[in-house]
């Protein structure tokens, strides 16, 4: 199967960069679409970022601007920098992906994601 490990979490001041990076592991055939999501506290889990395998992203707008989704193929990675952070985005940030995995005689699609890590923008 497929496993995705975040990293990067941390306490900010408002103003304050971060950045989150997401490796993927396991029996990857080839990963598909990658993103991240965020849940705050007593909020419905949101859609941060994504980009697809030839490089094109979509954001939410209130991320547009200041977070820059990228990825590593050969790294099997995703990474979201974080810029200008406001106390408003402070979540869980989730790592997502629709990964193609062999199976032993073929391949399977399917999404996954990873166990969270925490942003905390305060001052």
């Known amino acids: 199967q497929v496993q995705l490990v975040e990293s990067g979490g941390g306490l900010v001041q408002p103003g304050g960069s971060l950045r989150l990076s997401c490796a993927a592991s396991?029996?990857?055939?080839?990963?598909?679409?990658m993103g991240w999501y965020r849940q705050a506290p007593g909020k419905e889990r949101e859609f941060v970022a994504v980009i697809d395998n030839g490089g094109t992203t979509n954001y939410l707008d209130s991320a547009k601007g200041r977070f820059a989704i990228s990825r590593d193929n050969a790294k099997k990675t995703v990474y979201l920098q974080m810029n200008s952070l406001k106390p408003e985005d402070t979540a869980v940030y989730y790592c997502?992906?629709?990964?193609?995995?062999?199976?032993?005689?073929?391949?399977?699609?399917?999404?996954?994601w990873g166990q969270g890590t925490q942003v905390t923008v305060s001052s």
């Open positions: 396991g029996s990857i055939f080839r990963i598909n679409v």
């Open positions: 997502n992906a629709d990964v193609t995995f062999y199976t032993g005689i073929s391949v399977n699609r399917k999404e996954y």
